[in-house]
């Protein structure tokens, strides 16, 4: 499935580190990001310390893990990599920590899945490069303070709103990741294009970034798709990418299965809406939170749906993808 955040196999590892780029001159887009970043790198290299806590927020595939090798990387630093459903015991977060070399730069994708006990060390460990360790348990119980090499975390979240707020203050930096414009897009898939020697037309490229969800993990991954069948049915232009994007269920706004499934729901199961977030999600069978941090920021950003206080609702615009109208009088 193209919209699953996590590559399905080594293949799609090996593909999305290749095409990563190294450095922010490279990276495509988010300029006031990238701008940023690079005053806070710039100011921390003439001071000669370690850059302050940064946290990356956006959903899946808009480059937050390919920032934070960037800022270890522009800042001649060692990445370390973990996340949050890795950090399960407030111990699992005290072996990381007291393992950093001084200035290294610990990178927690989906942090707001750590436990609720490591958050808390973790409050101390960002704000005095400290830890305290619990030895023993009920009334015999004491903690042992422990000296952390300086370090720089970034941190990576799919909605800044998910972490508590005592960790959201403690980053120097929140940098909030948008969705890519068309021409970004295809800026990324021709220079993947190029990288891996794909004879491709411009404008099997344009379609494809068009049809990518303002994403580029999706633009690279259907570029791939889009190459297999050129390989296999010896076919190529836009009758190979119509072909291949009709075959992977993406369609012409570049709605996958889940995003056409919500809206679908919306529209013909509660007439439009408004529909409340925990109801939606289960009449679709999915988390919440992917709703909430996957497919609602896109469909509300094509302008699909809105967020209202009683619920979600589906625009007009949304009637007029699935060719459909309002039952009843009165919506728009
Ligand atoms: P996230 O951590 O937000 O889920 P990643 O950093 O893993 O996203 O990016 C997913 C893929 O998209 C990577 O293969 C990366 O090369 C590519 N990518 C992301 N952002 C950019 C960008 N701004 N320019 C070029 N490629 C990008």
Do not use: C
Request: aromatic share 4%; hydrophobic share 45%.
């Amino acid at each position: 499935d193209i919209v699953t955040p996590m590559p399905e196999s080594q293949a799609e590892l090996a593909f999305e580190g290749a095409l990563r780029p190294k450095s922010l001159a490279e990276f495509v887009g988010q300029s006031k990001v990238r701008a940023q970043l690079e005053l806070l790198l710039q100011a921390a290299s003439m001071q000669n310390r370690t850059p302050d806590h940064i946290l990356l927020a956006g959903p899946p595939g808009l480059g937050k893990t390919t920032l934070a090798m960037i800022v270890a990387h522009e800042s001649g630093r060692q990445l370390r990599m973990s996340s949050g459903p890795a950090i399960q015991h407030a111990g699992d977060l005290a072996a990381l920590l007291s393992s950093l070399l001084p200035g290294e730069v610990l990178f927690i994708d989906e942090i707001h899945r750590m436990a609720r006990s490591a958050e808390e060390m973790l409050y101390l460990a960002m704000e005095d490069f400290r830890i305290d360790i619990m030895v023993g348990k009920g009334a015999g119980a004491t903690s042992i303070p422990l000296d952390l090499a300086p370090f720089t975390l970034v941190g990576a979240t799919t909605r800044a709103g998910l972490l508590p707020n005592p960790l959201r203050d403690r980053f120097g930096f929140t940098a909030h990741l948008e969705f890519y414009s068309d021409g970004e897009l295809e800026q990324v898939i021709t220079r993947a294009a190029h990288m891996l020697e794909l004879r491709i037309d411009s404008g099997s490229l344009a379609e494809i970034a068009g049809r990518s969800r303002g994403t580029p993990r999706i633009a690279n991954r259907l570029l791939r798709r889009v190459r297999d069948y050129s390989l296999v049915h010896r076919s190529d232009g836009l009758e190979a990418v119509n072909a291949a994007l009709k075959l992977y269920d993406v369609d012409e706004r570049g709605l996958d299965r889940l995003d056409r499934a919500v809206l679908m729901t919306v529209l013909q199961r509660f007439d439009g809406g408004p529909v409340g977030l925990g109801t939606l999600a289960a009449s679709v069978g999915e988390e919440a939170e992917t709703i909430e941090s996957v497919v609602e920021p896109f469909l509300v950003r094509v302008g699909l749906i809105t967020r209202t206080p009683r619920g979600r609702v589906a625009t007009r615009s949304a009637w007029e993808h699935f060719g459909l109208s309002p039952q009843a009088a009165g919506h728009s």
